[in-house]
């Protein structure tokens, strides 16, 4: 601690000997709190009306005027009276459109309103049936001022509600003329509504009636829909009738014989007859050859018998195939001869499948079983072979007959059912479009049915409202206010609601709502001021010997924390008693003040201390980002994501919350909780200058000896 007491000492004793260190520290105490409250001045009321009426904005009206009920109706000319009562903008009145577009762009106006020529008929086109929709023509130069279009914007909006309650006044005021020229006519308002609720009821009977008939319609429409429903169902079910038809005529056609060009039917039953009795034999004289002796048996068993089993099978395969044919063209007796031979095939292969291997004591069983079967299948192959006699040329002639009647025939057939089938899709198709419209006559019946409904329980409603008023002693009262005090219901149409706001934390004025930023700003500024300006390092004088990191870090911050005092109680003082800032609590905001200069003075001077060069532009990289997203001049949700991811590590944020408390009313703990967060970062600030001091030497000595050989910058 002596070292630190004794660089304190020596650093005061070398600053009040020189009177440039002294200006110097002057001026680093009192410019940035200029800066603060300049801005504070600058931005007192920009909004007020004192200051928007400073604004210029052109008025011109090119309004021809309009008759209503006799009357000359000229909108335009009440916009303008309306305007020129109007001081929260500095409006202009100008003879043409043309001159107020010209001033706008010469940036002679920040914009301009222009009421065209027709804007009165439009305002009344309503009474025509032919509604126009009535337009104002607004003008605004974007390239004067950046705010300026925000705040004449507003006045947009002020012109609008201005005309709306214009036209209502207006509207108002002519009912209410309408109504004491009726009653000066004698007309009862009581008998006037008495008569149109009879008119009600009479067009709710007649409506009623018009519902009952379109009930009975749709009723009928009904009835036909059914009828339709069960004639397109006959006509399906015949369909599908006519189509299994079909499909038995095609399967016909497809199993038909035909007629072979190059072999009749005669050939071709010898030909089958004699290959099954070719296979048979061949068959027969391999079954003998095996049954020679065991050894030759028992191999052909192994090797061949189960071919041969399946060879039997396929003969008797072609036997059934040639049988089915013939009877389908009527040949029964040939038929059934093939039939025979296929039974007996039939018999062959079970016993085929029956055989098997031999020795010496079952040899003789198993070759009698054998010499058995081969007569067996000698028999069948001359059974087959006697089939051949009975195929004669009349065959041919029958086969070939029986082909051409069956074959006429399904074609009738499928012509028959192919027209009918055409015609059932035709008279269906035609019910379905019949159908179709019978619902669409359904759903617009119903639709109309709907519309009727809702138009008889209008004009139910409307017929009682009617007697209700016309027996009412209201309406007496409201004929006479009508009559008596037109000006009165005129204002209260026009503007029938009002607004009560109650401002919760209320501020007197833009520049004290402003001043948080400002004045962290300005304490910001002055401590990157000092931390330039005023080095960090100490350099070896008489009485102190070798300093400890810590013992240079807490010496030099010293004179850091004075300067840092000294503008926090200069900008906040001048901000209460200079600025005249509004403050609920001005010990607490001094107080803030302080703990800002001591934050910020920390956090800049620990940069500077471990990084030099890097540490100044860090400082002035965090200034920048600061100013940028600490919501200060538009709220923080605004702002890109960027700025609201960086806002809650901003000390700014915590600075101006602080102060905020102080000037507008203290909310639970928050006035605490901004306090420990700065208190918080400068311990890490600190920390975190003392911790980068070593590792950085190297890279702070290049940088410095870097920029001394540019011969420009300072090292």
């Not at 007796?333 to 499948?353: H, M, P």
């Not at 003082?573 to 910020?600: K, M, R, S």
Request: aromatic share 6%.
């Amino acid at each position: 601690m002596r070292n630190i007491f004794h660089i304190i000492i020596s650093d005061y004793k070398r600053l009040t000997s020189s009177v440039v260190a002294i200006v110097v520290l002057l001026g680093l105490c009192i410019v940035p709190c200029l800066y603060a409250w300049f801005n504070i001045f600058s931005n007192w009321d920009p909004y007020e009306p004192e200051s928007t009426g400073r604004i210029k904005v052109a008025v011109a009206s090119e309004d021809e005027g309009a008759e209503l009920l006799g009357v000359k109706v000229n909108v335009g000319e009440k916009i303008e009276d309306a305007l020129a009562s109007n001081d929260s903008i500095g409006w202009v009145m100008v003879k043409s459109g043309k001159a107020a577009v010209k001033g706008v762009r010469a940036g002679d106006y920040y914009a301009a309103l222009v009421v065209p020529s027709d804007f009165s008929e439009n305002v009344l086109s309503f009474t025509s049936g032919d509604i126009e929709h009535p337009k104002l023509k607004y003008y605004e130069n974007d390239k004067m001022n950046a705010i300026a279009p925000k705040i004449t914007g507003k006045a947009k909006s002020a012109v609008q509600e201005e005309v709306d309650a214009a036209f209502i006044e207006t509207m108002a005021k002519y009912v209410s003329e309408a109504a004491a020229a009726a009653d000066s006519a004698g007309l009862d308002p009581g008998v006037v509504f008495s008569d149109l609720a009879g008119s009600m009821d009479d067009l709710d009977r007649t409506l009623g009636e018009c519902a009952a008939v379109i009930t009975a319609a749709g009723q009928l429409s009904d009835a036909a829909s059914d009828l339709l429903d069960v004639s397109d169902g006959l006509i399906g079910s015949t369909k599908n009738a006519l189509s299994e038809e079909e499909k038995v005529a095609d399967s016909a056609r497809i199993d038909a014989p035909k007629k072979s060009s190059d072999q009749s039917a005669s050939k071709s039953v010898d030909s089958a007859a004699s290959a099954i009795a070719a296979d048979l034999t061949k068959i027969s004289g391999d079954i003998t050859a095996a049954k020679k002796d065991i050894d030759t048996w028992n191999k052909f068993v192994d090797e061949k018998l189960q071919k041969k089993k399946d060879a039997i099978d396929k003969v008797k395969g072609t036997t059934d195939s040639v049988a089915a044919n013939l009877r389908k063209l009527g040949l029964t007796a040939l038929a059934q001869k093939f039939e025979n031979v296929s039974k007996k095939l039939g018999d062959i292969s079970a016993k085929l499948g029956k055989l098997g291997k031999a020795d010496e004591s079952s040899w003789p069983e198993v070759k009698a079983a054998a010499e058995d079967l081969v007569k067996e299948i000698d028999q069948a192959a001359k059974d087959a072979s006697s089939i051949k006699a009975e195929v004669t040329a009349d065959i041919d002639k029958k086969v070939e007959k029986a082909v051409s009647d069956a074959n006429q025939a399904i074609s009738d057939v499928s012509d028959s059912l192919g027209s009918a089938y055409s015609d059932l899709t035709a008279l269906s198709g035609s019910l379905r479009e019949a159908q179709s419209s019978l619902g669409h006559l359904k759903a617009g019946l119903g639709d109309t049915a709907e519309t009727i409904a809702s138009l008889q329980q209008g004009t139910g409603a409307l017929a009682a409202m009617f007697n209700a008023i016309a027996q009412s002693d209201a309406l007496d009262d409201v004929n006479a206010l009508l009559i008596s005090d037109p000006e009165k219901i005129a204002g209260f149409i026009s503007a029938p609601v009002g607004m009560k706001t109650e401002t919760i934390y209320p501020v007197e004025n833009y520049g004290s709502a402003m001043a948080p930023f400002y004045t962290v700003l300005a304490q910001w500024v002055g401590a990157l001021l000092a931390a330039v300006l005023i080095s960090s390092s100490i350099k070896k004088r008489e009485g102190l010997g070798n300093l400890r990191l810590f013992e240079r870090f807490a010496g030099r911050y010293r004179l850091f924390l004075f300067i840092g005092l000294a503008q926090a109680l200069i900008v906040s003082i001048g901000d209460l008693f200079y600025a005249g800032i509004q403050c609920e609590h001005p010990g607490l905001f001094i107080l803030a003040a302080c703990v800002n200069g001591v934050c910020f003075t920390m956090i800049n001077y620990a940069l500077i201390f471990a990084l030099h060069n890097i540490g100044l532009g860090i400082g002035v990289i965090i200034l920048v980002l600061q100013v940028a997203c600490s919501g200060g001049t538009y709220p923080v949700e605004v702002l890109p994501p960027v700025f609201r991811v960086l806002y809650p590590v901003m000390p700014f944020k915590y600075a101006m919350g602080a102060m905020k408390e102080c000037l507008c009313g203290m909310y639970g703990d928050t006035y605490a909780r901004c306090l420990s967060v700065l208190i918080l970062m400068t311990l890490c600030a600190a920390a975190l200058g003392l911790l980068l001091y070593y590792p950085s030497l190297r890279l702070n000595r290049m940088i410095a000896i870097s920029m001394k050989k540019s011969d420009v910058m300072i090292g």
